[in-house]
């Protein structure tokens, strides 16, 4: 109990700090115009959490499930078998995949933020299921749940915050998705080995009290979307709220017309399938977008990181795994700070051209390591190459292709049709994920541990010649001179 205790406190003050440290930096770093923007999306961000939590939870969380640590503390009458334990995790995928079939056409029908508070509600309800959970069944439910919520955060949210943030600053406000996920999922790391699942559960509800004392009372809803139902007064009060002005101030004025111009130019297009299929800028729109999250889970990230402590454990490492695994989390969140900072100066291609070609260098090294140890050789003195590759890896992927392309997703699509294509784009990446996290193990059995890894290998190579090739560098661009790319072909 008081480990419990300890645990709950520490997490409390850690959400307090960073907040606090986060808010001042921001005040040094940009103009006062700019920070009720930072706010809005840190705060839309926030329901993140519950997804990091819930990608994190079956690694501490399973091996208790199942009798693996802390048998006495398990919440079930009986162990769980193999197969209740895969369920357990991949039901999380499933409903993820449900979410943004239904939150595409509610962000349309009743807003972005109505519809991030609607699928809040399923997020926390997982939550409250997992305090009282002593039933498998309890945690299928509560699995599936925080996935459907997943879904909306991956369709709604870059969406959101695209639509509410600067063009100087938008690449920087579209980081705020990696950087909560990446920074949760440390925290949870670290306390997880000293809490039950019951009372996880407990902590995990906090970002709930977060989020509606923050998104829910403060943040407006985006201007487009009141644009887009000739609400045309209260998308100029919305857009004064962001950018700390009067509603007479004549930029605003400016940035309404641009906004009400992006509209107006999409609003008599028809959306049926026909249609779309039909569109040049709507299939390579599809084609950038779509292509971007199958690329970036085909570098293998989920089979990584899902495997993450068994691969430290078969290099016979000195450093125990799970704190490897906390190394690694810790890592994730300073690399996506470092992101963060560059992807508004240097540029989404360029940032995804370095990232995909330090993962390819990574993936090679690694599978190297595998391919020696497999055959035969001593490779105690070499496990360091293992470590370093694994390192490596995870540098590079949260440097550009991991979050950039949640970051061109809010800003490639037309107005009229942004929530249906970013539901079908983060359908997408959802679907790709879940195919590799049940694919890896058997594909690892029939090719061999170095093969699988240079299976990603393969792909990451093919990413580098389509980013190349077929994505537009969007910095510094609004969405007309965006849209204008896209109808001439222009990368650049």
């Known amino acids: 109990n008081g480990l419990n205790i300890v645990a709950i406190a520490v997490l409390i003050i850690f959400y307090v700090f960073f907040s606090l440290l986060f808010n001042n930096l ?10 009720f923007v930072y706010f809005a999306a840190a705060s839309a961000n926030i329901m993140t959490m519950f997804s990091a939590i819930g990608y994190a939870w079956p690694s501490p969380s399973i091996p208790k499930l199942n009798g693996q640590v802390d048998p006495e503390r398990n919440p079930l009458p009986r162990p769980t078998t193999i197969l209740e334990d ?22 349309n029908k009743f807003g972005r933020k109505r519809t991030l508070i609607m699928f809040s509600v399923p997020m926390i309800l997982s939550n409250v299921i997992l305090i009282f959970a002593n039933r498998v069944v309890h945690f299928y439910i509560a699995r599936f749940l925080v996935g459907m919520g997943t879904g909306c955060v991956f369709t709604v949210i870059p ?8 063009i100087d600053n938008r690449g920087f406000t579209s980081m705020f998705l990696a950087l909560t996920m990446t920074s949760t999922q440390l925290i949870l790391y670290i306390i997880s080995p000293y809490i039950t699942i019951s009372n996880l559960a407990v902590v995990s509800l906090i970002p709930a009290v977060l989020f509606f004392l923050t998104f829910v009372f403060f943040v407006p809803e985006s201007p487009y979307y009141f644009v887009m139902i000739n609400r045309q007064e209260e998308a100029k009060k919305s857009l004064a709220m962001l950018r700390r002005v009067a509603t007479s101030d004549i930029h605003l004025k400016k940035e309404l017309y641009d906004i009400s111009r992006t509209v107006e130019e999409t609003r008599s297009e028809k959306v049926g399938l026909r249609d779309l299929l039909q569109s040049d800028v709507v299939i390579r729109c599809l084609l950038i977008s779509v292509g971007l999250m199958v690329f970036q889970q085909f570098t293998g990230i989920l089979a990584i990181v899902s495997y993450l402590q068994t691969i430290f454990e078969a290099t016979n490492s000195s450093i125990p795994s799970e704190v490897s695994v906390m190394i690694v989390g810790l890592l994730q969140t300073i690399v996506n700070i470092i992101t963060s900072r560059l992807v508004d100066r240097i540029g989404r291609k360029t940032l995804i051209m370095l990232s ?8 090679i090294t690694l599978g190297a390591y595998f391919y020696l140890q497999i055959n035969g050789y001593n490779v105690d003195s070499l496990s360091w190459l293992a470590i370093g590759s694994i390192m490596f890896y995870i540098f590079w992927f949260n440097f550009g292709i991991g979050p950039i392309p949640w970051t061109v997703a809010g800003e490639l699509f037309p107005s009229n049709l942004k929530t249906y294509l970013n539901g079908i784009t983060a359908f997408s990446n959802i679907i790709c994920g879940f195919l590799i996290s049940l694919l890896f193990p058997t594909l690892s059995q029939i090719m061999g541990m170095a093969w699988s890894i240079w299976f990603f290998a393969i792909w990451t190579a093919v990413s580098l010649v389509f980013v190349y090739y077929f994505l537009p560098e969007t910095r510094g661009r609004s969405f007309i001179e965006i849209q204008m790319m896209l109808r001439e072909g222009r990368t650049v």
């Open 26 to 35: 921001l005040l040094k770093m940009d103009c006062k115009k700019h920070q």
């Open 86 to 107: 895969s369920w357990i995790t991949s039901l999380m995928s499933l409903g993820a995949l449900v979410g943004p079939l239904f939150s595409s056409i509610l962000a």
């Open 356 to 363: 995909n070609t330090g993962i390819l260098v990574s993936l």
């Open 159 to 166: 969406l959101y915050v695209a639509e509410i943030s600067d």
